[in-house]
């Protein structure tokens, strides 16, 4: 029913221009397909990726807000919880219905409580505090773990490009 | 023998065609002017009707009148007509030109209410229309095996006007699945749309009628095979009219306006039931008269030997599908009525004290509540809304308390099957490959393998379509053009599924670079070894540069408060300030990146 998944969208996007929570910007694209938002996240103060700012895609499915979006950066990351093409790998976007991981208890899983907003807060909570367990990027969860100033020089990298200030 | 890929084949353009169609058909024309001209035209063809001196005396050049020259145009083109149909060339010439019409007509139609078709629809269309082809080729030839060129031409041009009716319903499914996404799509699109729906309804049924007056002359077969295809056309198109209809009715207010009235709020309730059951009714019926007619196909095949084992080979494959669809969706409905009943027998509706209380709205679609189930942990939620979410998952939403709905008859409901339903879809054979050994049946037909590269344009599929293969053309795309993203050219080539289309966007400046990503993304290919690009000779970050050489002025800054806390009626003008304000964002965050670089400079340098 694509139909009240419009009306918790328009709802939902009402909600985000009017009260924005800081360093948050997120709205469909183009209008015409009101299934696809494009997010902007400012990273976390106090970490690596403080003051770049991410852009990411979510897609929705038409049974919204019963299934949970699809999210992924549309600029390049790396971190242990994004795949390399982008993809976002925490619990709050996976389906009760499936557990890739295996370990998540349903708790933390999607259910339509949960929104937008709710989301791209739990995602700069991930930028902040890596979960190395879920394996989306190893390379990047071994950096995390291993060798800390190696990791925060590219993602130092990775702000600067987000800011189009040259590396 | 040849195998041809339909997707490769050169299809002439419409107007070459149409042009083609016309002077033939006026040759003919020219022809048939020249064959009656003889006097006695009538007695010289050998299998003419005898003349009557009728028309002799017609043709006689004494004979005078103005009423005589009017029926003389009259009998005339009737003449021209009997000479045409007399000649075979004549017969196929007018054929063509019959199609020519229907393409034109369905060209017509789709510029009055599509406007220009989307890549996507385009695929949908040209895949439909190749299977709808093949299929009916086989069933024409080998099931219903005729042997007559009348009965061919007269099932050929039955399925063309089936074809047409069930092509143009397609591609209205699409395109309203489409303007549902967006909230934006004017009246005047919906009412066009629901026009041409109505007449695709009328004219099957128009079509049902004329399989029944054919079938009654013609048998029960007959008639069967005839009626099928029509019916399904019939209860798909009422299916598509009533999901739009509620869907219009769903988004009436733009998502603004609450429900205004106890009784409006009480149809909102029911709206839930009426679309589940409508969906169950249209797909059950669908599929079961599917069903019975591929049964009814393979019985019949088999009274005529002459069946190739293919055929009936892709019928049991397909016979098999239907069924298994049909168990599913029993299933699924068993599982939804057992939740029903669950919620009406163990949790009561809140009351209205505890309606006032709880000011919230629904949390499952954010509207407000008027009516609410209540759950153990005196969660409140719309019935419908609850229903839904419970069919998949047995928890509360709100604070994932475990509910006891366990369906016992079916402790299988929550297995795989339900719930990768979407990937079974996408990882349906995507490749039919006819092979057809025409002299079998009639000899005069020739024999030829044919491969139909099965394009499904699902939503799920562009989101399961395989990452390294888009990846490849991606990266082919961005060795002509540089500046365009790699995640950028991915996600157009999901929805084009071809580096030549994709190329052709961005020629034509339908794909650009995000704006504020355009001078980032430089080096190609960065998305697919992040690591060595990132890891290269890089300088150190945080060492010596002049921080000052960046300009932090370059933005005009926006009023702020004009931007923020404003949500504009209009789609334009929303679209408009979330991108300022996203500009607005960067370069806010630019800025004080450069300042902060420039300050610790500072203190380096003065410690
Ligand atoms: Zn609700
Ligand atoms: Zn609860």
């Known amino acids: 029913m694509a139909g009240s998944a419009l009306r918790r969208l328009m709802a939902e996007y009402k909600q985000l221009t009017l009260n924005p929570p800081e360093g948050i910007i997120a709205g469909p694209i183009n209008e015409e397909n009101f299934f696809e938002w494009e997010a902007l996240i400012t990273g976390p103060e106090g970490t690596c990726f403080e003051g770049g700012v991410f852009p990411a895609k979510l897609v929705f499915p038409p049974d919204y807000p019963l299934s949970p979006p699809k999210m992924q950066f549309t600029c390049e990351m790396f971190h242990p919880n994004i795949y390399s093409d982008g993809r976002v790998c925490i619990s709050i976007l996976h389906a009760p219905g499936d557990d890739p991981m295996g370990y998540e208890s349903s708790a933390e899983r999607w259910s339509p409580v949960q929104s937008v907003e709710k989301i791209l807060l739990s995602v700069i909570s991930m930028l902040a505090e890596p979960n190395d367990e879920s394996g989306a990027n190893v390379d990047a969860a071994k950096m995390w773990r291993e060798n800390r100033e190696e990791f925060d020089r590219i993602a130092e990298k990775i702000v600067r490009r987000t800011l189009g200030i040259p590396t | ?607």
């Open chain 2, 1 to 607: 023998m040849p195998v041809i890929s339909v997707d490769r084949l050169p299809l002439p353009n419409l107007k070459a065609y149409s042009c083609v169609s016309v002077l033939a058909l006026s040759a003919c024309v020219y022809y048939a002017i020249q064959a009656i001209k003889e006097p006695n035209w009538n007695t010289m063809s050998d299998t003419g009707r005898r003349a009557t001196p009728n028309d002799f005396e017609r043709y006689n050049p004494g004979y005078n009148g103005t009423e005589a020259d009017a029926r003389t145009v009259g009998q005339f083109v009737s003449d021209i007509f009997t000479v045409m149909i007399r000649e075979p060339v004549c017969v196929w010439t007018m054929i063509n030109m019959a199609f020519c019409w229907l393409i034109l007509l369905g060209r017509a139609v789709q510029k009055l209410v599509f406007g220009e078709l989307r890549v996507s629809e385009h695929q949908q269309l040209r895949d439909k229309f190749w299977n709808f082809v093949f299929y009916k080729f086989i069933f024409v030839f080998g099931i219903i095996n005729v042997q007559y060129i009348d009965e061919v031409l007269l099932w050929c041009s039955w399925f063309s006007l089936l074809g047409f009716l069930h092509l143009l319903s397609q591609l209205s499914k699409d395109r309203f699945e489409y303007l549902s996404f967006s909230p934006r799509t004017p009246f005047w699109s919906h009412v066009k749309l629901m026009a041409l729906l109505a007449t695709i309804f009328a004219l099957s049924g128009f079509m049902f009628v004329v399989s029944i007056f054919v079938g009654f002359f013609g048998g029960f077969n007959t008639f069967a095979f005839m009626s099928a295809e029509v019916i399904l056309l019939s209860i798909r198109t009422l299916h598509i009219i009533i999901r739009y209809a509620l869907h219009l009715y769903d988004i009436r207010n733009e998502a603004s306006a609450p429900l205004n009235s106890a009784e409006e709020s009480k149809v909102w309730e029911k709206r839930g039931p009426i679309s589940y059951y409508a969906e169950l009714c249209f797909d059950l019926t669908a599929l079961l008269i599917d069903l019975v007619h591929h049964l009814h196909m393979l019985l019949w095949s088999n009274i005529f030997l002459s069946m190739a084992s293919l055929v009936v080979c892709m019928q049991l494959r397909y016979t098999g599908y239907l069924f298994h669809e049909i168990q599913r969706k029993y299933k699924k409905h068993r599982n939804y009525l057992w939740v029903r009943n669950h919620l009406e027998q163990n949790y009561p509706m809140a009351t209205g004290k505890e309606l006032q209380e709880n000011s919230d709205n629904c949390a499952i679609c954010w509207e407000k509540m008027d009516s609410a189930r209540k759950l153990p942990c005196l969660h409140l939620f719309h019935n419908t809304c609850l229903l839904s979410w419970l069919e998949q998952d047995t928890s509360c939403p709100t604070c994932r308390l475990v509910l006891d709905i366990q369906n016992p008859s079916s402790a299988n409901m929550e297995s795989p099957e339900l719930q990768n339903d979407p990937q079974e879809n996408v990882r349906r054979p995507f490749n039919h490959f006819f092979h057809f050994d025409g002299s079998r049946y009639v000899s005069w037909l020739p024999s030829f393998s044919v491969e139909v590269s099965h394009v499904q344009a699902i939503r799920q599929n562009h989101i399961a379509a395989s990452n390294s293969q888009l990846d490849a053309m991606a990266r082919q795309v961005q060795t002509l053009f540089p500046h365009i993203p790699l995640s950028t050219a991915v996600e157009d080539l999901r929805s084009t599924r071809s580096v030549e289309l994709t190329v052709e966007n961005v020629l034509e400046g339908r794909l650009t670079a995000p704006v504020i990503f355009r001078e980032t993304e430089r080096e190609p290919s960065t998305n697919h070894r992040p690591m060595s690009v990132l890891q290269g000779d890089v300088e150190p970050a945080g060492a010596a540069r002049n921080w000052d050489e960046f300009s932090t002025e370059n933005v005009e800054c926006e009023d702020t408060a004009s931007l923020g806390s404003r949500f504009s009626k209009s789609s334009s003008e929303r679209e408009k300030i979330l991108q300022k304000r996203k500009e607005h964002l960067v370069h806010q965050a630019r800025r004080r990146y450069i300042e902060k670089q420039r300050a610790s400079t500072r203190t380096e340098l003065q410690s």
